[in-house]
């Protein structure tokens, strides 16, 4: 465990966003794509509290949504492209934007709970202060 002061909540989200854990920035937040780590494996940090369930997911369609059909209406007011050339286009774009941005997001999501003591953060981060204390 690692003897260093809490994170500023804006340090946290950016941490989270970059998938590396919220306390100590330097360990994994994830196992999988988007399995969240059970501890940190550098800090020691519980991070099996989160409760992020569909919220990455709504929020990834939102800033896709946005995205996409922003970029459709305007190419279809300004070039009227055929259909095919539509469908060759956006359906790709639209599983890259959202598998790219499917676990910064959840991390951000993590890193917010964590931040903000929700879902037995607050109790886990006390623990883990006494342990760092009293090491």
Same mark, same amino acid.
């Given at each position: 465990?690692?003897?260093?002061?809490?994170?500023?909540?804006?340090?946290?989200?950016?941490?989270?966003?970059?998938?590396?854990?919220?306390?100590?920035?330097?360990?994994?937040?994830?196992?999988?794509? *988007?399995?969240? &780590?059970?501890?940190?494996? =550098?800090? %020691?940090?519980?991070?099996?509290?989160?409760? @992020?369930?569909? /919220?990455?997911?709504?929020?990834?369609?939102?800033?896709?949504?946005?995205?996409?059909?922003?970029?459709?209406?305007?190419?279809?007011?300004?070039?009227?492209?055929?259909?095919?050339?539509?469908?060759?286009?956006?359906?790709?774009?639209?599983?890259? *934007?959202?598998? &790219?941005?499917?676990?910064? =997001?959840? %991390?951000?999501?993590?890193?917010?709970?964590? @931040?903000?003591? /929700?879902?037995?953060?607050?109790?886990?981060?006390?623990?883990?202060?006494?342990?760092?204390?009293?090491?």
């Amino acid at each position: 465990m690692t003897d260093q002061a809490e994170p500023t909540m804006i340090t946290a989200l950016a941490r989270g966003a970059r998938c590396t854990c919220p306390h100590c920035g330097e360990g994994q937040l994830f196992r999988k794509f *988007l399995k969240v &780590a059970d501890k940190c494996n =550098v800090c %020691g940090q519980d991070l099996h509290h989160h409760r @992020a369930d569909d /919220m990455p997911a709504y929020v990834v369609m939102s800033i896709v949504g946005h995205i996409v059909v922003g970029l459709v209406l305007w190419t279809e007011i300004n070039y009227s492209w055929p259909v095919w050339l539509h469908l060759t286009v956006w359906l790709p774009l639209t599983v890259v *934007l959202t598998l &790219a941005l499917l676990q910064p =997001v959840k %991390g951000f999501i993590a890193a917010l709970q964590w @931040a903000l003591r /929700m879902h037995g953060f607050g109790e886990s981060r006390g623990a883990l202060a006494a342990v760092a204390v009293h090491s």
